[in-house]
């Protein structure tokens, strides 16, 4: 069974930092693309940052470059999140495609996890 679960998510102040974590099991990780999406209240899901098989395809939304990094090992994600903003305020996902590149397209992604809430206070 593949479970992707998210931690690290909570509350913090406008300028801080946070470092998500994303848990991948029941599957072969390192062969997959991995992508961070976020869905604000009311909003729709908003990709944040994505990174293919070999780590060497690193893609950012444009509201989150130069504040955002992913990584990855052959087990987890990571996205390290600085100079948080309250429009940063969502619940994050984690998800992993099966091709291997990651990318912007939410479709592309066959397996999610069940989010983590990031809250950016003012």
């Known amino acids: 069974q593949v479970q992707l679960v998210e931690s690290g998510g909570g509350l913090v102040p406008a300028g801080g930092s946070l470092r998500l974590s994303c848990a991948a099991s029941?599957?072969?990780?390192?062969?997959?693309?991995v992508g961070w999406f976020r869905q604000a209240q009311g909003k729709e899901r908003e990709f944040v940052a994505s990174?293919?098989?070999?780590?060497?395809t690193a893609r950012y939304g444009e509201s989150v470059k130069g504040r955002f990094t992913i990584s990855r090992d052959d087990a987890k994600a990571y996205l390290q999140m600085t100079n948080l903003k309250p429009e940063d305020t969502a619940v994050y996902y984690c998800?992993?495609?099966?091709?291997?590149?990651?990318?912007?397209?939410?479709?592309?992604?066959?397996?999610w996890g069940q989010g983590t809430q990031v809250t950016v206070s003012s």
């Open positions: 998800g992993a495609d099966p091709n291997g590149s990651g990318g912007t397209s939410y479709g592309r992604y066959a397996y």
């Open positions: 029941g599957l072969t990780f390192r062969l997959y693309g």
């Open positions: 990174l293919g098989w070999s780590a060497d």
